[in-house]
């Protein structure tokens, strides 16, 4: 497995590890603490797994935590999905930058995001099952939904959105949830 730093995201890496594939399929890691901490992340300090399963064209997000924030760890375990990672941080030198990736069960990459990053996907196959690894207790008093189509983010979401949350289609503009935050 390796980490390699994303440039356009202060502190964000993307951890690749190495399949093992034959004829029965494949075997790979897809978390090592070694390598985890060998970029300074404390791999510890990962408390909650979840998973969300979505059908194709789904669009979840964009999402972040007020307050203290949340660091997480995302992967694609399964299918394919379209990955979004907005920086938020004020003080970040990656500010309002954005980043994309095509993460899929296929290479089973990960990708570490820091605390006070938007993040969001879409999902590009008919099954896409997406883990996630956070570094503090849910808190949903805490969550904060940006809008997914903000003309100010201009993500090029991949596929037409076939279904999204009522709190993401709902979701006030970037401007809107910064003011928010900031009040």
Known sequence: MRATEVPTIDGAYLFEPTPYADERGFFCRTFDADVVRSVGLDPGAFLQDSV????????????????AGEAKLVRCSYGRIFDVVVDLRPDSPTYLSRAFFDLSGDTQATLYIPAGCAHGFQALTETADTSYR??????????????????????????????????????????????????
């Open 52 to 67: 969300s399963r979505s059908a194709r064209g789904v669009l979840r997000g964009l999402h972040l935590r007020a307050g």
């Open 134 to 183: 956070i570094d503090r207790p849910h808190d949903p008093a805490e969550d904060v939904t940006i809008a997914h189509d903000d003309p100010e983010l201009a993500i090029p979401w991949p596929l037409p959105v076939t279904s999204m949350s009522p709190r993401d289609r709902e979701a006030p503009s970037l401007a809107e949830a910064l003011a928010r935050e900031g009040s």
